[in-house]
């Protein structure tokens, strides 16, 4: 029976929406900017610094700055809260704060490498969204940004998230054949979502093949 399910995205292929209206129908709980959140309270600092660092590999200037600042004392003390927040750090609280969530079941993950770090799962179901740029523009330029901003976002937001995930997983993204769906969102958030449920109840009819 499938009690996760993961949601893997290209920016701008509406990934927030879709995960919450499949939260809202099966009753399940969404985490998106929730796991932002929860790393926040767990590292104790402000959600807005863990937004500036989620699933971006560290600038050259913030790994020098943070080599130069090892070596001394009084930098020690004042950066304690930048070191604890470089990009290496995150990507191992994800594990952790995503495979805690999944042990709760009946919830909707985004992103965050959770297609990787729930794989084994069987109750898993695993779903990765896509779209034409075209239509990626469209979207992002919906969402309130400007045409400038609009490109700079769509060429840097998934070569980020794929050097992140390269980096710290040594994984290529996205890595095709962790998901049980790949969809083309192209033709509306709605029928990816009734299309996610029919193939969620299908699965639902299959069997878990016991373990040996």
């Known amino acids: 029976m499938i009690n996760i399910i993961t949601i893997e995205r290209e920016y701008g292929a509406g990934a927030p929406y879709i995960g919450k209206t499949l939260a809202d129908r099966l009753g399940f709980k969404l985490w998106d900017h929730e796991i932002t959140d929860e790393i926040a309270r767990r590292l104790k600092c402000k959600k807005e610094v863990v937004e500036r660092r989620e699933e971006r590999i560290d600038s050259v200037f913030y790994r020098l700055m943070k080599a130069f600042m090892r070596g001394s004392f009084e930098a020690q ?116 979502v009734e299309s996610i449920l029919a193939m969620i109840e299908a699965r639902n009819r299959i069997p878990v093949p016991a373990h040996a």
């Not at 523009?137 to 901003?149: C, D, Y």
């Open 77 to 192: 003390i004042e950066t304690s809260g930048l070191e604890a927040l470089d990009s290496e750090r995150l990507a191992q609280m994800f594990e952790r704060v995503v495979t805690d969530i999944a042990s709760r079941g009946k919830c909707i993950i985004i992103g965050r490498g959770s297609p990787w770090f729930l794989r084994d799962r069987d109750d898993t179901f695993h779903v990765f969204l896509f779209a034409p740029y075209e239509e990626k523009f469209r979207r992002v330029l919906a969402m309130g940004k400007s045409e400038t901003e609009t490109e700079s976002l769509l060429e840097s937001v998934d070569r980020e998230r794929a050097g992140f995930i390269r980096k710290y997983y040594h994984r290529d993204w996205p890595s095709r054949e962790l998901y049980d769906m790949m969809l083309n969102v192209k033709h509306g958030d709605d029928l990816v």
